[in-house]
């Protein structure tokens, strides 16, 4: 996979030191950063492709051959959990990720995991990425997306987990859909109690996980606070999905074994 910048005004000793300290990034949940380009009029970075598609697409349907999946809870769940395991990575490192959206987040193909793209891009070419594009995603307090911190990090992963939750697109996110402002209609509609309202309706009957879904909804209106400090970081994101994560797959299993019993 090739990310192309033509209009990026950075200095080539900036950009290679840069991009020594993305490729120095390791984890199995990062997609890694195999090579660049650098030129006056050119800058390419180079990653591996990986997984079945980018989970936007996934999520919503998208161009070419990726189509809306079949996402079951426990298969979100898991895709969460690899996504926190590798932006908690990022940021025990020391650094923050800069562009969380769920087109930077590609799923494996048995889609129960997935790898964080583009770590730190939105630093080195920030300049370069028009503000509305990321509107959905991005942080109240943020007006410079090369200056995000891992708390704007912590936000724009909650409204990914509100994508995954409620299968609607934030705003400016998906070309050809209208979006919406997702913790800002969530926190509505839960005010509203009607809180069955809010999941997508590929998930919104499985009953052994009603209780997990409901937990990672509060976790990701707790991540979309509009105060920074009042968000959970990123490694108690992770540890909190882990386990429920844990519950729904033994909620799942018990389900089965009681069916086989009768």
Request: with cysteine; proline share 5%.
């Amino acid at each position: 996979a090739v990310k192309r910048r033509r209009e990026a005004p950075i200095a080539e000793r900036e950009f290679r030191d840069s991009v020594a300290e993305l490729a120095a990034l390791r984890h199995e949940n990062l997609a890694p950063l195999r090579a660049y380009f650098y030129s006056r009029d050119e800058k390419l970075l180079v990653a591996d492709v990986v997984g079945a598609g980018a989970l936007s697409s996934l999520l919503h349907g998208g161009g070419g051959a990726v189509r809306r999946a079949r996402l079951g809870f426990t298969s979100r769940a898991r895709i969460a959990l690899a996504a926190a395991r590798g932006v908690a990575f990022i940021h025990g490192a020391g650094s923050s990720h800069g562009n969380i959206k769920s087109s930077n987040i590609v799923v494996n193909r048995p889609h129960d995991g997935a790898y964080v793209t583009a770590p730190g891009l939105a630093q080195l070419l920030g300049a370069a990425v028009p503000l509305k594009r990321v509107t959905g995603y991005r942080a109240p307090e943020v007006s410079d997306l090369r200056r995000a911190s891992r708390e704007a990090d912590v936000y724009s992963f909650g409204v990914v987990l509100l994508e995954m939750l409620t299968g609607r697109p934030p705003a400016n996110a998906v070309p050809g859909f209208d979006g919406v402002d997702l913790p800002q209609w969530v926190r509505a509609v839960v005010h509203e109690e009607w809180t069955a309202e809010v999941f997508d309706a590929s998930i919104a009957d499985e009953a052994h996980a009603e209780e997990e879904m409901m937990r990672l909804l509060k976790l990701a209106v707790e991540c979309t606070e509009q105060r920074p400090e009042r968000r959970p970081t990123m490694a108690e994101v992770a540890a909190r999905i882990e386990h429920i994560v844990d519950t729904v797959i033994r909620n799942a299993d018990v389900d089965d074994f009681d069916s086989v019993s009768q």
